[in-house]
């Protein structure tokens, strides 16, 4: 079991996705926080439950989610009128918070990947990129 790639990936993950929290957490957000917080930066169109299934969780939750950028600062309701949908505008402050969680990143990966070269971090990057990002026919982890 060693020797698979999947398993140490997923063993990786969990590391990771545990030292990124705790990063996160300093800045009073959560996974599902930053990854409403990335689409809406992109695309502020975005309904509630167009969220909640790019997150694979329930409308109600993306709600408490959405909430919790709102108490945050850093998204807001814009009320276009009555009979349109609100828009989810992501705030300065918004965009402040990716900016430092860009900044936790980038430390996070140094960290990570300093033993290796700058070719073995850029095979590691196209590597892992390919995996989830889909280009075509063919096997994808990209839902």
């Known amino acids: 079991m060693a020797s698979s790639s999947v398993l140490m990936l997923v063993g990786a993950g969990r590391v990771l996705a545990r030292r990124v929290e705790s990063e996160l957490a300093g800045l009073g957000l959560t996974l599902r926080h930053?990854?409403?917080?990335?689409h809406l930066v992109h695309r502020p169109d975005l309904s509630y439950s167009d969220l909640a299934?790019?997150?694979g969780v329930t409308a109600q939750s993306m709600h408490a989610t959405v909430r919790g950028l709102?108490?945050?600062g850093a998204v807001r309701r814009a009320l276009p009128g009555q009979g349109h949908r609100?828009?989810?505008?992501?705030?300065d402050r918004g965009r402040e918070l990716l900016d430092r969680v860009r900044a936790s990143?980038?430390?996070?990966?140094?960290?990570l990947l300093a033993d290796l070269t700058d070719?073995?971090?850029t095979a590691l990057r196209a590597a892992l990129r390919s995996l989830v990002v889909?280009?075509?026919p063919?096997?994808?982890l990209a839902p």
Request: proline share 6%; hydrophobic share 35%.
């Open 70 to 72: 709102e108490e945050l």
């Open 86 to 91: 609100a828009r989810l505008e992501v705030t």
């Open 105 to 111: 990143a980038e430390r996070l990966d140094a960290e």
């Open 119 to 121: 070719e073995q971090r």
């Open 34 to 38: 930053l990854g409403a917080l990335g």
């Open 53 to 55: 299934r790019r997150a």
């Open 138 to 140: 063919g096997p994808s």
């Open 134 to 136: 889909p280009t075509g």
